[in-house]
């Protein structure tokens, strides 16, 4: 169990459960709003819209079109931090403070990204079941037809008091 249960993120695949340390030294205005957001239940069920094979699976649209958010936009909050296998950042338009609920896993290392896109936390655990989603079409700029979805999204220190009150 991860110490800070405040800022670590269970995101329930099809395939397993993903735990994600939030990170907000680097960016607490995004990680208050995936927090909110995912309070909200906003994340349960929306798809990995665009996925890239050895690149990054990307999710957080409830339309899963690539254009659709919560309707809040976050100002960026860029650092010295790098995009390597199990960041988690968010996507966003040309615009730097575009960004609003959608988010992207990390494959590989994707240095062109650093400084131009937010990190807001990492993996600690799961990230094989993020390899299993599935990928999208190539020439299609990752976009993936019958998608993978996000079965549930919820900040640790919820699921946990939900956990113990049932458990009572």
Known sequence: MA??????LYVDVPFGRVV???RPDLAPNHVAQIKTLARR?????????RVIDGFMAQTGDPTGTGTGGSGTKVKAEFSAE???RGIVSMARSSDPNSADSQFFFVFAPAPFLDGQYTIWGQVESGMEF???VKKGDPG?????ANPDKIVKMQVAADADKAGAAKAK
């Open 3 to 8: 110490a800070d249960q405040e800022n670590t």
């Open 20 to 22: 994600i340390a939030m």
């Open 41 to 49: 239940g906003f994340y349960d069920g929306v798809p990995f819209h």
């Open 82 to 84: 790098k995009h390597v």
């Open 130 to 132: 993020i390899d299993k």
């Open 140 to 144: 299609r700029n990752g976009s993936v």
